[in-house]
């Protein structure tokens, strides 16, 4: 099964062989050839080995540039596989990208992991009460809550943290506006009380000039204020 990147700087159909040769193995390589256990079920040591199909009767593409178009499509889910961990025995063997016609199940399956992606993504950003089941059992359809119905619930968290977002950006504006009032009516204060202390200052050095005491100073200020 794919662990590893197609290489597309050595031969691609090499790696298909090795990749062949370990598959024919297995028993999904038994069910590949023969289908079900039945009567038509042979040994797997009936099985041919890379190096023994014809071009006509290989199990996949000989043709290099589609060898070359399916790596690339082929890689795309292989990062896939590996950024999510996807259990071994559930990936496509490299041999199997190459078969005839396989491309829109690859696409398929990227779409998919693409979506389990998403979503696992969003369990780390939002709270989630319970931690979602892992990506192979809902890449295999395995788990207790269906692909879908995560989906919707993250959709409702994404909701929900927005609204929250909006609100939390709203008290903060609200919050600077406040403040800067409040710095308004400082700054408004100070330059009043400057500005009185001023004329009281000019007044003094004033009366200061034209002999008066401090005495006169303080009963002309007190007719003022009455």
């Known amino acids: 099964m794919a662990t590893t990147l197609i290489d597309t700087r050595k031969s691609i159909m090499d790696q298909i062989h090795a990749s062949w040769n370990e598959y024919r193995r297995t028993e999904e390589g038994m069910l590949f050839m023969f289908g079900e ?13 890379a190096e023994d199909f ?15 178009r ?11 596989y590996i950024s999510l961990n996807i259990d071994v025995k559930c990936r496509i063997p ?3 990208f190459f078969e005839i016609g396989v491309v829109s199940k690859i696409k398929e399956q990227i779409a998919l992991l693409k979506r389990i992606q998403k979503v696992l993504k969003l369990e780390q950003e939002l709270e989630f009460h319970e931690p979602l089941p892992n ?7 395995t788990a207790n809550l269906s692909l879908m119905d995560i989906e919707d619930f993250c959709k409702l968290k994404v909701k929900e943290a927005k609204v929250a977002a909006k609100a939390k950006a709203k008290a903060k504006a609200k919050a600077a506006r406040v403040q800067k009032k409040a710095l308004k009516r400082t700054a408004d204060w100070i330059q009043a009380n400057k500005h009185g202390k001023t004329i009281i200052l000019k007044t003094l050095k004033t009366m200061e000039r034209d002999g008066y005491t401090i005495r006169d100073v303080i009963e002309e200020l007190e007719r003022q204020l009455n």
């Open 94 to 96: 490299i041999c199997l």
């Open 135 to 141: 990506a192979t059992s809902l890449f295999t359809h």
């Open 54 to 68: 014809t071009k006509d009767n290989a199990p996949w593409s000989t043709k290099q540039s589609v060898l070359e």
């Open 37 to 49: 256990v039945g009567s038509n079920y042979i040994n797997h040591h009936d099985i041919p080995f």
């Open 70 to 80: 399916n790596a690339v499509h082929a890689n795309k889910l292989i990062r896939l």
